[in-house]
């Protein structure tokens, strides 16, 4: 039987011994298998991989065809999370969105917590959800700082164990707010009982990111950093830990590359009127029966 606690204990005790993790969206077992087995040594030495992975609304919901309006539940993704665990020992950071309703919040902690979810981040927005990468071309809110500080300390209260972390994470950079504001709301989240914070940002050139983690830094040196590197792809991993961030999220690539992948086979197969162009493009097939053990036996 799979013991859940180590998960957790897991990832609370990485952010302790590792200055930066590494971590990497999964929206499949299989995906997730490729998180946990892919290394790589380095030209200057030493081994790198990945630490944990993130299981992402927007790659759960875009894979069932879904928009990414906090449409699925925990309950809806669940069962994915389970079969991940099945095949993955890695600790994996959910993203829940707002969180719902501080009542549901505090029911959802239990279910993830029972599932073996390492730690669950809650983003500081109200209405209906819209992807933080759009800003502010569409209509988004963030709630009031109070009514979030609330929902982060119901979900404290509703854990069983204290290494199951809860993460805020502040939208104000994204919605175009002051650099004051965001350190105003993360500061408050900490008081309110949030173990790590994320930041996020949606300007290209990846600056006000810097600048957000070193002013936070000049007033916290101990509470997790976490940033998701989406629009800033070009800043290194080095780069981000220099400055003084704690986990860096890949959020949602491994969806995205196989989707361009599979559209290209897809093509490819009506163009050439068989597969034998393609086969370069594919795992062997005597590979993807090796792939998993037991296919053969």
């Known amino acids: 039987?799979?013991?859940?606690?180590?998960?957790?204990?897991?990832?609370?005790?990485?952010?302790?011994?590792?200055?930066c993790l590494r971590v990497l969206e999964a929206h499949s077992p299989l995906s997730a298998l490729l998180a946990?087995?892919?290394?790589?040594k380095l030209t200057s030495g030493g081994d790198v991989s990945y630490d944990a992975i993130w299981?992402?609304?927007?790659?759960?919901?875009?894979?069932?065809?879904?928009?990414?309006?906090?449409?699925?539940?925990?309950g809806n993704r669940l069962q994915g999370i389970r079969e991940i665990f099945d095949v993955c020992s890695?600790?994996?950071?959910?993203?829940?969105?707002?969180?719902?309703?501080?009542?549901?919040f505090a029911i959802y902690i239990k279910m993830l917590e029972?599932?073996?979810?390492?730690?669950?981040?809650?983003?500081?927005?109200?209405?209906?959800?819209?992807?933080?990468?759009?800003?502010?071309?569409?209509?988004?809110?963030?709630?009031?700082?109070?009514?979030f500080c609330d929902k982060i300390r119901v979900g404290c209260a509703s854990r069983e164990h204290q290494n199951m972390m809860i993460i805020?994470?502040?939208?104000?950079?994204?919605?175009?707010?002051?650099?004051?504001?965001a350190m105003t709301r993360c500061m408050a989240y900490i008081e309110a009982g949030?173990?790590?914070?994320?930041?996020?940002?949606?300007?290209?050139?990846?600056?006000?990111?810097?600048?957000?983690?070193?002013?936070?830094r000049r007033s916290d040196i101990q509470t997790p950093l976490i940033c998701i590197p989406t629009s800033y792809a070009h800043l290194r991993f080095d780069e981000l830990e220099r400055a003084g961030f704690n986990a860096v999220i890949y959020a949602n690539h491994m969806l995205r590359g196989s989707y361009l992948a599979?559209?290209?086979?897809?093509?490819?197969?009506?163009?050439?009127?068989?597969?034998e162009e393609l086969e370069p493009c594919c795992l062997g097939i005597d590979e993807i029966l090796d792939l998993v053990p037991g296919t053969r036996s």
């Open 114 to 147: 029972r599932a073996g979810v390492s730690a669950v981040v809650i983003e500081d927005k109200c209405g209906l959800k819209k992807n933080s990468l759009l800003g502010n071309s569409v209509s988004q809110q963030q709630e009031s700082i109070e009514t």
């Open 194 to 216: 949030a173990n790590a914070i994320i930041i996020h940002s949606r300007k290209n050139d990846g600056q006000e990111i810097l600048e957000f983690a070193k002013l936070f």
């Open 90 to 104: 890695m600790p994996l950071i959910y993203d829940a969105d707002t969180g719902g309703k501080p009542e549901h």
């Open 55 to 74: 299981s992402s609304s927007l790659t759960d919901s875009t894979l069932r065809g879904l928009p990414d309006i906090e449409i699925l539940t925990p």
């Open 168 to 181: 805020a994470r502040c939208e104000s950079l994204i919605l175009d707010n002051s650099m004051k504001d």
């Open 1 to 19: 039987m799979v013991n859940k606690e180590v998960f957790r204990s897991d990832l609370a005790a990485l952010f302790s011994s590792k200055r």
């Open 262 to 275: 599979m559209r290209n086979i897809a093509r490819g197969i009506l163009a050439n009127g068989r597969t």
């Open 36 to 40: 946990e087995h892919t290394s790589l």
